[in-house]
């Protein structure tokens, strides 16, 4: 059995004899482990200190422009509220559930969700898909790769009603298309149609956010191993085979955000369709759930309607995100 027992030395520093075997003895300074782990816990402290001091600005962020607006949000989706005048005091009596009952037999509201399903039903998946397909060529060698990068991001960074012009010059009643196709252009136009509305704002959408989640995946890309690649070329896989085998389970960390992101910039569509279509036109046919809380709370005056809408929503969104991430991570 081993024994420790103290011993005196010329020194200060106290030390123990350890008995290893018979006629074998060694002696080990007691503070010099003390004191290293003391400097350890004060170095994780310092480390500690630091990280929070780094992050109590994005902290603070998320506390003053996302948590303390949504709590205040509550709080009016269950009171009677007004906007008023700065100085004026109006009473906001508590009406519980009536504004969350108002949200859901208001057809209007029935119809801007069943938009959004529209909308990212063919948003989501041309994003992925899209998105994926151009990293993954503009990932390999070829020319002008780096003209071809600035040119699919370069919409991303453009203003919206910049771009709302160019896609109303190509697709208006009088439009370049239309005129392209003559009589086989449909009637009414494109964005004009109640059929046609939210599948055009899902393709002007999927094509101004497309250079975004391109620049996500190439980032991915940059952690998959060339060597995975050289072996399963090896193994007589070919692009598509590689492709499939390779970058997709490769990248799937960065298509799960990108799933997520889609829907949550989906589900906030505002700019889109009220620039394109007049507001939600035609009737209701691209209305969104953003939109319509803009519509009741601002222009109509019922901002306790609009808040409801708006608990609804990210109740909404927060669900179809989960499943999402359910859903591209059941392959892991």
């Known amino acids: 059995m081993t024994k420790l027992r103290p011993t005196a030395t010329a020194t200060a520093t106290a030390t123990a004899t350890a008995t290893v075997g018979p006629g074998a003895t060694t002696t080990v300074p007691i503070g010099a482990g003390a004191s290293g782990q003391a400097a350890g816990i004060r170095h ?45 005091h ?32 063919i948003n989501v998946p041309l994003t992925v898909i ?62 004009v149609n109640s059929h046609l509305a939210m599948p055009m704002i899902a393709f002007f959408v999927t094509w101004k956010q497309l250079g975004f989640f391109v620049m996500l995946y190439l980032a991915a890309l940059q952690n998959v ?26 990248v799937r960390p960065a298509t799960t955000l990108v799933l997520i992101y889609a829907i949550i910039t ?14 939600g036109g035609p009737d209701h046919a691209s209305t969104s759930p953003v939109l319509l809380m803009y519509q009741k709370g601002i222009e109509q005056g019922h901002p306790d309607f609009a808040a409801a809408l708006g608990v609804v929503l990210v109740a909404f969104v927060l669900v179809i995100s989960l499943a999402a991430r359910k859903l591209s991570e059941r392959g892991n």
């Open 266 to 279: 989906g589900a906030n569509l505002f700019s889109e369709p009220y620039l394109l279509t007049g507001g």
């Open 44 to 88: 994780r402290r310092v480390r500690s200190r630091t990280g929070a001091l780094f992050v109590t600005p994005y902290v603070l962020f998320l506390v003053f422009v996302f948590a303390v607006p949504m709590v205040y949000t509550l709080w009016i989706s269950v009171h009677r509220f007004y906007f008023t005048a700065p100085g004026t």
């Open 90 to 121: 109006v009473d906001s009596p508590w009406v519980g559930l009536s504004n969350y009952r108002d949200v859901f037999t208001d057809p209007v509201v029935g119809r801007a969700f069943l938009n959004i399903a529209v909308f990212l039903v």
């Open 130 to 191: 899209l998105a994926l397909v151009l990293a993954s060529a503009l990932n390999s060698k070829i020319r002008f790769r780096a003209f071809f990068r600035a040119a699919y991001y370069l919409p991303y960074i453009t203003a919206s009603v910049a771009l709302v012009a160019v896609w109303q010059f190509l697709f208006g009643s009088d439009g370049f298309v239309n005129n392209l196709l003559g009589s086989h252009a449909p009637d009414p136009s494109w964005l």
């Open 225 to 250: 191993g060339k060597e995975l690649y050289e072996a399963a070329s090896v193994d007589g896989a070919g692009r598509v085979r590689q492709f499939f085998a390779v970058t997709v389970p490769g």
